[in-house]
């Protein structure tokens, strides 16, 4: 579709410029940590150390304990939401966001074979009633609550039933999570640990109108592979009053917020170092705001990425054992001499702030081999 006129053109460089500085990429911030996730509309949490890493990217001095402290005190969790995966919100966010998200979240369970097979072997909403009331009574891992199931119908697959636990707003509650604890991925219902009811009904409209403001300017495209909805055009366009629109250089519709910030494309973007899964680099269907063509992605197990002038540049990996810290840099390509030297000195930080106890800490860049990683 041509770019219409009265559309300005945004290329590449401003979309990424634009996505940096509203996810506080650009420049560190002095703000609270519940404030940071509900302005990033949540993190990916799939690996509990994440959002501790995508924190320290974003806020200025931020120490482990300004979010481990909230999630002690169930002011922030660690449930699933969008795209059904976990992500880290806000105790309020967890009760607006939820139901919102919520078709996402039961049409990516359905598709689970698991589940998929299981669940019409019993009666769905009895199935799920009874997954509610367990889980209301106490924590239980997904083994624990299989077994409970057994009991209930023993002549089912209780353990594929226990999947339906995510058809049901839950928690994984702490001290998973929390920086420094471990232990058995445990659930309980949001309503339970919170302590407040759950509305059923979701808000279409603010969601979209909170991605755009983080994420935009975007396409409908793009926000359905961020939330896991579908279907989102019709909701777009009862909002269009209320935006503003751009087009791609590919003369794609971008819409947006009015007031959401357009930074100069020009201005410098400083090294950052991001988790395993981080929403800047999963919130768009199109990402070549920020994964330059070519570039495999760093979805592999137990590598973070590297933004080089905004863009994925690098993966690492940090191995700690024996007192030493090892922090691995392997550049997508050939970095300049001042940009090898700026994420040397960024990932000695890091190497820092995640190894605080290590005797010893090293950088060492390596080769990047593509056969390694995942598109």
């Known amino acids: 579709m041509p770019a219409r006129s009265r559309d300005r ?3 590449r460089r ?3 410029r634009a996505l940096l500085e509203r996810h506080l990429l650009l420049r560190r911030r002095r703000i609270a940590v519940p404030d940071a996730l509900e302005r990033l509309v949540g993190l990916q949490s799939q690996v509990p150390r994440d959002p501790y890493v995508a924190l320290w990217s974003r806020l200025d001095r931020f120490g482990s304990s300004a979010l481990a402290e909230p999630m002690a005190d169930r002011r922030a969790l660690r449930m699933t939401l969008l795209r059904g995966t976990l992500h880290t919100v806000t105790g309020r966010d967890a009760l607006a966001l939820y ?3 919520r078709p996402a979240i039961d049409r990516v369970q359905h ?3 698991p589940l998929r097979s299981a669940i019409g072997s019993v009666d769905r909403d009895e199935l799920v009633s009874a997954i509610r009331t367990l889980l209301g009574e106490r924590a239980r891992t997904r083994a624990d609550l299989a077994k409970a199931l057994a009991e209930r119908w023993p002549d089912r697959d209780a353990s594929s039933l226990a999947f339906a636990m995510y058809l049901v707003p839950i928690v994984q509650v702490t001290p998973r999570g929390i920086w420094g604890q471990s232990g058995s991925p445990a659930f309980t219902t949001l309503e339970a640990w919170l302590g407040r009811p759950v509305d059923g009904t979701g808000d279409t409209g603010a969601l979209l109108l909170r ?3 983080t994420f935009g300017p975007a396409t409908v495209a793009d926000a359905q592979a961020w939330s896991g909805l579908r279907g989102l055009r019709a909701a777009f366009e009862e909002l269009r009053p209320r935006l503003r629109t751009f087009r791609d250089e590919r003369g794609r519709e971008l819409l947006d917020v009015p007031d959401g910030a357009l930074p100069d494309p020009g201005v410098p973007a400083p090294v950052r170092f991001l988790p395993e899964y981080d929403n800047v680099a999963l919130g768009h269907k ?3 705001r920020i ?8 979805t592999e197990v137990g590598w973070g990425g590297v933004l080089v002038d905004g863009f994925a540049a690098a993966r690492w990996r940090l191995r700690a054992q024996d007192g030493r810290a090892t922090l691995r840099i392997e550049p997508f390509g050939r970095l300049r001499r001042e940009d090898r030297a700026a994420v040397s000195e960024e990932g000695e930080r890091l190497a820092a702030f995640l190894a605080p106890e290590a005797e010893r800490r090293d950088v060492r860049f390596g080769a990047f081999d593509p056969g390694t990683a995942r598109r």
Do not use: C, T
């Open 211 to 213: 991605y755009l403001a």
């Open 286 to 288: 199109d990402r070549g």
């Open 9 to 11: 053109v945004l290329d």
């Open 14 to 16: 401003a979309l990424n």
């Open 99 to 101: 139901p919102a998200v």
């Open 111 to 113: 598709v689970s074979s």
């Open 291 to 298: 994964i330059p063509e070519g570039v495999v992605q760093w």
